[in-house]
């Protein structure tokens, strides 16, 4: 273990403090505040803000993230109940990612009295929503540092409208989440989720859940919030039920009046209770008002697609159409937001090892599908119409990129992988394919060329028509002819040289 205090870097103040760890460390915000600012509401924690910068990142990027320090000694119990919370939330996908555990540390102003605090750093997920709704710019952070950011866009607009249904869609997923697995939130209030900006639009918006208390086993039950509990349970309330909700219940009726708050733009303590049921009553709500007052979702997962399309976010296959299907799945398991992607997803996965040396990987193979085309013209006789791959246009680029992705995909069909030549062990490196494999792959590459030439408008016809689009070939592997089933075997036969041409090998 390194010492506790490191030089980060060139901090703009002197006050600035590093608490370094085996995996990286952590540079305090400047200046350093005194202990009795930094104690968090709840009086348990000591909490200090500031970036966090991973040890394997060679780029030095930087993420908002917060140390918090357990102030209470003796009270390790505090620091249990919140890695717990944190550790299960992150497998999950919900709350804060935890950056650091286990650690022990002396507080930044320590004294020489002052003994070491159990700590962990957490990811800095930004203002609460019920602080941004009364108008609190919603930080943002590039280039390594937060920024003050901008207000919410007027809910009303088309803009504020898209940012609202990408706020739900977020709260949605984590929700959805923890109910799939039995847990609830039991607080689940504006006061409790968090925004951060990483890039403009909607899309550059990150809600996250706070107070992630649902994994300690503790028997609290309900969570009597005024603005909330009372409102919705008590006598006379919105859902008054005439008996204490169950969880599932509480948390329907509790995340009922934050998507109200999110799609009028306005703090529960500002919306009267008709204007409550109004927003619910509406099309653009989530939640849904049910027989005898009780809040329930429309249909589990079809509403959080629906907030994801209405907040404008890709799915991850139209994201990312440059990388291999194994890629996009490898990206799918990675987001965890229910299939679709925002500015944060594409931050984290553009800096992954895998998807990195994905796309250098298709890169090289694209200009080696492009050099053998030039070198099957030439041997034909005919003209070559552009030099370079960099040289054509962007069709003709597009068309070498798809045909490398389907090398990657044909490669780990055959449970084989793809791998720089330079790294191959020899013993292991597949040198030639057999005749089983290369019909396999011939097959696969027919199917997958008339899904293309679908795609594309062509249909079938007896006569071969390029105005018109219209080709024979589209049809079943079976009803080809042997000659020209052999058009598809053929480039499979040369696919092991076409890998070693870019610099890449195929293993077992």
Not at 46 to 58: I, K, L, N, P, Q
Request: proline share 5%.
């Amino acid at each position: 273990m390194t010492e506790d205090f490191i030089d980060g870097g060139a901090p703009a103040s002197a006050d600035a403090r590093a608490i370094s760890f085996d995996g990286g460390y952590f540079l305090c915000a400047q200046p350093v505040p005194a202990r009795a600012q930094a104690r968090s509401s709840s009086g348990k924690k000591y909490v200090y803000h500031g970036t966090y910068v991973h040890a394997r990142d060679s780029g030095g990027h930087g993420v908002p993230a917060c140390a918090v320090f357990f102030a209470r000694e003796g009270r390790d119990v505090d620091y249990a109940r919140e890695r717990a919370g944190l550790v299960l939330g992150s497998a999950l996908g919900v709350g804060p990612r935890t950056l650091e555990v286990d650690a022990r540390r002396r507080l930044p102003d320590a004294g020489p009295g002052d003994r070491a605090l159990p700590m962990l750093v957490e990811e800095d997920v930004g203002v609460s929503l019920e602080d941004a709704l009364r108008g609190a710019p919603v930080p943002a952070f590039s280039d390594g540092r937060d920024h003050d950011g901008d207000p919410l866009p007027d809910s009303s607009t088309p803009e504020g409208a898209r940012a609202a249904h990408k706020i739900l869609f977020d709260v949605l997923c984590q929700v959805e989440a923890l109910h799939r697995q039995g847990l609830y939130h039991r607080d689940l209030r504006s006061a409790n989720i968090a925004l951060r900006r990483w890039g403009p639009g909607p899309e550059g918006l990150r809600a996250t859940l706070l107070d992630l208390e649902f994994v300690t086993g503790e028997r609290r039950g309900t969570v009597r919030c005024e603005g909330y509990y009372d409102r919705l349970f008590s006598e006379g309330g919105l859902a008054c039920l005439g008996r204490v909700p169950t969880l599932l219940e509480q948390d329907l009726g509790y995340l009922a009046v934050v998507a109200a708050e999110v799609l009028s733009g306005r703090a529960a303590s500002e919306l009267g209770d008709e204007e409550v049921r109004g927003v619910l009553r509406s099309r653009r709500s989530p939640i849904r008002m049910g027989p005898d007052g009780i809040f329930s979702r429309r249909v589990l997962l079809r509403d959080v697609w629906a907030e994801a399309r209405l907040a404008g976010l890709p799915t991850v296959e139209e994201a990312y159409r440059d990388v291999s299907a194994r890629a996009v799945a490898i990206a799918q398991g990675e987001t965890r937001h229910a299939g679709y992607v925002d500015t944060l997803d594409r931050i984290r996965l553009e800096r992954s090892v895998e998807m990195i040396l994905e796309r250098e990987t298709i890169e090289r193979l694209a200009r080696a599908v492009f050099e053998n085309y030039r070198e099957h013209r030439r041997g034909d006789g005919l003209p070559v119409e552009y030099d370079t791959y960099d040289g054509q246009p962007e069709d003709f680029r597009a068309s070498c990129l798809e045909q490398a992705r389907s090398y990657c995909d044909k490669v780990r069909l055959l449970g084989y992988e793809l791998v720089l030549a330079q790294e191959c062990d020899e013993t292991s490196r597949v040198r030639e394919l057999t005749a089983d494999e290369v019909e396999f792959l011939a097959r696969v590459e027919h199917d997958r060329w008339v899904d293309e030439r679908v795609g594309a408008g062509w249909a079938y016809g007896p006569e071969k028509d390029v105005e018109r689009k219209v080709s024979p070939y589209l049809v079943s592997w079976d009803e080809l002819s042997e000659e020209v089933r052999e058009y598809d075997r053929a480039p499979m036969r040369e696919m092991l040289g076409l890998v070693a041409s870019a610099g890449l090998a195929v293993t077992r």
